[in-house]
Every structure is written in structure tokens, then in C-alpha cells.
């Protein structure tokens, strides 16, 4: 299992890389093999501009087998969406980038940050090892 050392993880299976005060959010290594192939990620595109709180829901992650909502684990300004999650992977014909590169292509949203002693709140590399093991 990956789980980078640069990055801050979410109980709720998220990860964050800060740059400044832009936050870019995906889900881990760990969730995206507990949730099997995902197929579709449904973040709505009128959601860009929207500020949502930590703990709410952004969007959807649809698996072959389940739907998991996907959590905000700071407050923030959604200010772009990765629309290349939902790109057909021409080797797989239906696997998202999520399974492939959770922390690189399959990041899902950016967020410039509102309350940034949030992240404190967030476990480290070594901290979510040991949640999930």
C-alpha cells in the first residue's frame, strides 16, 4: 500500500497536498483498493465556486460493487475539478485514473483553504498507516 509521506490523510480516507493555501484533495491508495474498480466519480460541475465545510460531501465515488461518498477534510473554496477521472482509460475501457494514480492524475478537487489549522487536525503518513492497518 502507498501512502506518501508529504501528504495529510482524512479518517474519511482522503488526502490533501498543500501548496500555499491551495489544497489538493484525492482519495488514498487504501480506499480506492477497499472500493475495487471505480467506474465513475460523480462531482457536479456547478460545484466549483461553492465553499463547503469540513465534513461535507463533494461527490460521489461509484465502484462496480458500491457508492461511497467522497468528504471535504478541510473547509474551503472548491475552485477546480479534474475532469480526466472520468476519462475512459483506453487500456482498462472503464477503470478511472483513481486505481491507476490516486495521487498524481487521480486527484479529484482543489481547494483554496479557509481555516488552515484544519490540517492539524489531519493524521500523518505514519498516523494513517497505523488506521488502516
Known amino acids: ?9 482524512s479518517t474519511e480516507h482522503e488526502w490533501v497536498r498543500l501548496d500555499n493555501n491551495i489544497a489538493t484533495i ?25 465553499t463547503l465545510g469540513r465534513g461535507e460531501v463533494f461527490g460521489a465515488i461509484e465502484a462496480v460493487k ?6 471535504m477534510p478541510v473547509s ?5 475539478i479534474n475532469d480526466a477521472i472520468n ?3 483506453e487500456n482498462t475501457k472503464q477503470e ?4 491507476s494514480d490516486p495521487y498524481g492524475a487521480g486527484w479529484m478537487i482543489k ?22 492497518m
Open 96 to 99: 478511472s485514473v483513481i486505481n
Open 87 to 89: 476519462e475512459v482509460n
Open 1 to 9: 500500500m502507498n501512502i506518501p509521506t508529504d501528504l495529510k490523510y
Open 66 to 71: 458500491t457508492v461511497a461518498d467522497a468528504f
Open 26 to 50: 484525492g482519495i488514498t491508495d487504501y480506499a480506492q483498493s477497499q472500493l475495487g474498480e471505480i467506474v465513475f466519480v460523480d462531482i457536479q460541475s456547478d460545484i466549483a465556486g461553492e
Open 111 to 132: 481547494v483554496k483553504i479557509s481555516n488552515p489549522d484544519e490540517l492539524n487536525e489531519l493524521m500523518d503518513n505514519e498516523d494513517y498507516e497505523d488506521f488502516v
Open 76 to 80: 474551503g473554496e472548491i475552485i477546480e
